[in-house]
């Protein structure tokens, strides 16, 4: 069972408008959350990170925010350019570090000149 | 660093065949993840190492799937025999502490 959800498969944004990407996910035991972003033929990158004694973690056009009573995070880019064009995967893991990250699958951004 | 280094970056093979699939992590990681893609169910961990010792193999589907890793600088990952439900890209990530650094994969179709 997916304990990382990404329920939006694709999302269409114009450019220079917010791009929100959302993530929910089930195992209260995670404390440690990235987004991961990846383009076509390559290996995903990986973006922005928050763990769980934060609500809020921000990387110039990039904020996370986490709530973690709904058990959900979102990722948001603004402005949206056309370069952030790519999958977005979730991840989530029970502690910070290297270890097994759960991931979703995936939510396709497109953002429109 | 040229990063993480997989080979090859396709594979063709025909059902029953055995499949290897090879990583070279960036040198110093001493975690080293093989994960696969699909469609339905994303990136799903298969297997992870330190410093060469498998640490959690819980995500290798089936006795069909093993992982080696011989030195710190290499790693396989050997499918036998093969079926057409293993098709999907693999990727191999390298790291020593938080978001690992993926490799560019290797996409393997089992006709």
């Not at chain 2, 961990?45 to 410093?51: D, G, V």
Request: charged share 20%; proline share 6%; glycine share 8%.
């Amino acid at each position: 069972d997916q304990q990382v959800k990404q329920n939006s498969p694709s999302l269409s944004v114009q450019e220079g408008r917010i791009s929100i990407l959302n993530c929910d996910y089930t195992n209260s035991m995670f404390d440690y959350f990235l987004w991961y972003k990846k383009y076509p033929a390559e290996g995903p990158t990986f973006l922005i990170s928050i763990s769980s004694i934060k609500d809020k973690n921000e990387d110039g056009r990039f904020t996370v925010f986490l709530n973690k009573s709904a058990k959900h995070l979102s990722l948001h880019i603004v402005p949206s350019q056309p370069g952030d064009s790519a999958v977005y995967f979730c991840a989530a893991s029970e502690m910070d570090g290297a270890n097994n990250l759960f991931f979703g699958t995936g939510t396709r951004l497109t953002v429109i000149p | 660093d040229a990063g993480v280094i997989q080979s090859p970056r396709h594979e063709v093979t025909e059902m029953g065949q055995e499949v290897t699939l090879r990583c070279k992590p960036i040198s110093g990681h001493d975690y080293l993840f093989w994960y696969r893609q699909t469609m339905m169910r994303g990136l799903e961990l298969l297997i992870y190492f330190n410093n060469n010792v498998p640490i959690d193999d819980s995500g290798m589907p089936e006795d069909r799937f093993s992982a080696k890793m011989p030195n710190a600088s290499f790693s396989t990952l050997k499918i036998q025999p093969s079926e057409p439900r293993d098709s999907a890209v693999y990727f191999c990530a390298s790291t020593t502490y938080g978001a690992g650094i993926f490799g560019s994969g290797t996409r393997l179709t089992v006709v």
